[in-house]
């Protein structure tokens, strides 16, 4: 059973639209399942990255491509893996080398040549941004040998912005422009690429916040996540050996409530089940309940006892009360 766990960045998911809190519904679903294929936002957070060992950890555009038959996933496996920094100080090296002291990742720092700007904006309620001088960062780290991409550089965010969501909530307004440059990146590379925030700190900020924020607020830097995920992340491929994934071995995709992404059209193309859980409500609202598109669960409880229905050979119609009578065909003519 191979499953797709979908979260996406800067949406305002009440599950995983933070930092980090579906590790969780990843250590869940991923309990149920063989492989289970997700992206960074699902598990990012900060210092801490809770990923079932039966994880692929993708890249959210490499996701899209992956989802439309465009690559294959192979296996994961120990990468040897490049950070890429607008500084090398102390917290980026520390970082690093915690990461190789206490995950044994193969990893090394290389202090860009031009800053790379990630400029957090929002955009009709949704987390979007500008990023800058990511061409001259892709152009120099081509000349290193690695097989996964970690950047750790500053976000710019007026810091207004920042308290008002870590004391009301709503959409994170960070995660959108960390997609962009994750997208830019890793599309000209065709390697992984995950974006972890240095300096995120607000100053003399001592509040209690959300459970679902507040690692975000006693971690300085948040490269630690990332390289966990990459540590492990599948490499990209435009052919298939026997340990590799193509989508023709996805049995489900399981998403939040009202978005209609690129991952979810090309299940849709290629006839791969998605099952929303309602609970897990967006900002979005871009189809309604009942869509007979999709498979509707309540909770993430109830979605990994469907895909424990699946696995056992069992109709979830078969365990619900009340079973209605079968049904008789009418013969044709």
């Not at 960045?9 to 590790?23: F, K, L, R, V």
């Not at 959210?60 to 500084?87: H, M, Q, T, W």
Request: include cysteine; charged fraction near 20%.
């Amino acid at each position: 059973m191979n499953i797709v766990l979908v979260i996406p960045t800067g949406i305002g998911c009440e599950i995983g639209g933070h930092a980090g809190d579906a590790n969780p519904v990843s250590k869940l679903i991923g309990a149920c399942c063989e492989n289970l294929i997700l992206h960074p936002n699902v598990v990012n957070s900060s210092d801490v990255n809770e990923m079932p060992d039966n994880s692929w950890y993708v890249e959210g555009s490499c996701l899209n491509r992956f989802l439309r038959g465009e690559i294959y996933l192979d296996k994961p496996r120990l990468n040897k893996i490049l950070i890429a920094v607008n500084k090398a100080d102390w917290q980026s090296i520390n970082a690093v080398s915690g990461a190789r002291a206490t995950i044994g990742s193969n990893v090394e720092i290389v202090e860009l040549d031009k800053p790379l700007g990630l400029i957090a904006q929002m955009k009709d309620g949704l987390a979007s941004g500008e990023v800058i001088n990511w061409e001259p960062l892709v152009e120099q780290v081509k000349q290193y040998e690695f097989d996964a991409l970690g950047i750790a550089t500053p976000i710019t965010i007026d810091e207004d912005t920042l308290k008002k969501y870590f004391k009301t909530g709503g959409v994170n307004p960070v995660g959108g422009v960390e997609a962009v440059a994750s997208k830019l990146i890793s599309t000209a590379l065709n390697k992984p690429v995950a974006h972890g925030p240095v300096d995120y700190a607000i100053p003399d900020f001592y509040e209690v916040v959300d459970p679902r924020t507040a690692i975000e607020i006693v971690t300085l830097n948040f490269i630690h996540c990332l390289l966990k995920g990459l540590n492990k992340a599948p490499r990209l491929s435009e052919t298939k050996n026997h340990e590799a994934l193509g989508v023709e071995d996805i049995d489900m995709m399981i998403s939040p409530m009202g978005c209609l992404g690129e991952p979810h059209k090309a299940c849709l193309e290629r006839g791969v089940p998605i099952v929303v859980v309602r609970e897990n409500q967006s900002v979005l609202n871009e189809y309604a309940d009942g869509d007979e598109r999709f498979i509707f669960v309540d909770n993430y409880m109830e979605a990994a006892g469907l895909i424990m229905a699946m696995k056992a050979g069992i109709h979830p119609s078969s365990v619900r009360r009340p079973l209605e009578p079968t049904t008789v065909l009418s013969s044709r003519d």
